[in-house]
T-cell receptor
Framework: DSGVTQTPKHLITATGQRVTLRCSPR?????VYWYQQSLDQGLQFLIQ???????AKGNILERFSAQQFPDLHSELNLSSLELGDSALYFC???????????FGPGTRLTVL | GENVGLHLPTLSVQEGDNSIINCAYS??????FIWYKQESGKGPQFIID?????DKRQGQRVTVLLNKTVKHLSLQIAATQPGDSAVYFC???????????FGIGTKLQVIP
């Protein structure tokens, strides 16, 4: 158990819909990272937040947005969903350096 | 474009033997690398890292080798055990998280 929690574990929705994925980092970790893992593209970095502020942006679509709240939990919002958005979405947290990341169990999103 | 890829998608080894998993990268600006292990149904787990100013780093039963000349790194697992069965992938970082690329992964199967 990494100490990072993600909800829900599974999510099934339809194209055009909007969903919110939630992540609670390890106690004390200020950084939260979001990743997308699909079968054909492997793991892709989406975005990083540090203590409530956006720190780095990767391959995140404009239809996607994220935020980190004062209690340090984070949410990833996915809107106007497309079939190709079906993937595993991981959240990771760290207290500082890149190599201290701890990944959550992921949310499996299926868009029908 | 930037790419971090793996030579072998699946590797089967006998329990007790040594395993070698390879990764090639194309971005010569990558200055930090991490190997991750991902077991079925779980998030990635940090195994070992190496900075570009090193060519070898050892951990417990694992060794990472970096050859910057040919832009190649490998993960060696000594005395492979059934618990090592997982997907392993490398990640290359350039300037922190602004540019991070993950390999697709190699599935390691340990034969008892």
């Amino acid at each position: 158990d990494s100490g990072v929690t993600q909800t829900p574990k599974h999510l099934i929705t339809a194209t055009g819909q909007r969903v919110t994925l939630r992540c609670s980092p390890r106690s004390g970790d200020l950084s939260v990272y979001w990743y997308q893992q699909s079968l054909d593209q492997g793991l892709q970095f989406l975005i990083q937040y540090y203590n409530g502020e956006e720190r780095a942006k990767g391959n995140i679509l404009e239809r996607f947005s994220a935020q980190q709240f004062p209690d340090l939990h984070s949410e990833l919002n996915l809107s106007s969903l497309e079939l190709g958005d079906s993937a595993l979405y991981f959240c990771a947290s760290s207290g500082g350096a890149v190599n201290e990341q701890f990944f959550g169990p992921g949310t499996r999103l299926t868009v029908l | 474009g930037e790419n971090v890829g793996l030579h072998l998608p699946t590797l089967s080894v006998q329990e007790g033997d040594n395993s070698i998993i390879n990764c090639a990268y194309s971005n010569s600006a990558s200055d930090y690398f991490i190997w991750y292990k991902q077991e079925s149904g779980k998030g990635p787990q940090f195994i070992i890292d190496i900075r570009s100013n090193m060519d070898k780093r050892q951990g417990q039963r694992v060794t990472v080798l970096l050859n910057k000349t040919v832009k190649h790194l490998s993960l060696q697992i000594a005395a492979t055990q059934p618990g090592d069965s997982a997907v392993y992938f490398c990640a290359g970082y350039s300037g922190g998280y602004q540019k991070v690329t993950f390999g697709i992964g190699t599935k390691l199967q340990v034969i008892p």
